[in-house]
Nanobody, 115 residues
Framework: QVQLVESGGGLVEPGGSLRLSCTASTNIFDFNDMGWYREAPGEQRELVAIIESGGVTTYADSVKGRFTIFRYGPENTVDLRMLALKPEDTAIYYC?????????WGPGTQVTVSS
């Protein structure tokens, strides 16, 4: 069973930065894509940033230029660097990974942007 474990969430002031990390229990290159999603209160889960097995990245328009996704193959880790955080970035951030047949999720980590 594939497991994804997130870390790095927390409370930060507007304009601040955070780095989220997701470690998989298997070789991340076995996934078609892997990345980050978020779910704000009362809203549906949305894609934030993903990286495909071939290295192509996709970002939500709302985070382009502020968030960057990184992949560390030897460590089976995908990180999300978040800069210039805004209150509207407040959400539970989930790591997700997809194969042809399955989608896996981590338990989530809370990110709160508030003064």
């Amino acid at each position: 069973q594939v497991q994804l474990v997130e870390s790095g969430g927390g409370l930060v002031e507007p304009g601040g930065s955070l780095r989220l990390s997701c470690t998989a229990s298997t070789n991340i290159f076995d996934f078609n894509d892997m990345g980050w999603y978020r779910e704000a209160p009362g809203e549906q889960r949305e894609l934030v940033a993903i990286i495909e097995s071939g290295g192509v990245t996709t970002y939500a328009d709302s985070v382009k230029g502020r968030f960057t996704i990184f992949r560390y193959g030897p460590e089976n880790t995908v990180d999300l660097r978040m800069l210039a955080l805004k209150p509207e970035d407040t959400a539970i951030y989930y790591c997700g990974a997809r194969t042809l047949r399955n989608k896996y999720w981590g338990p989530g980590t809370q990110v709160t942007v508030s003064s």
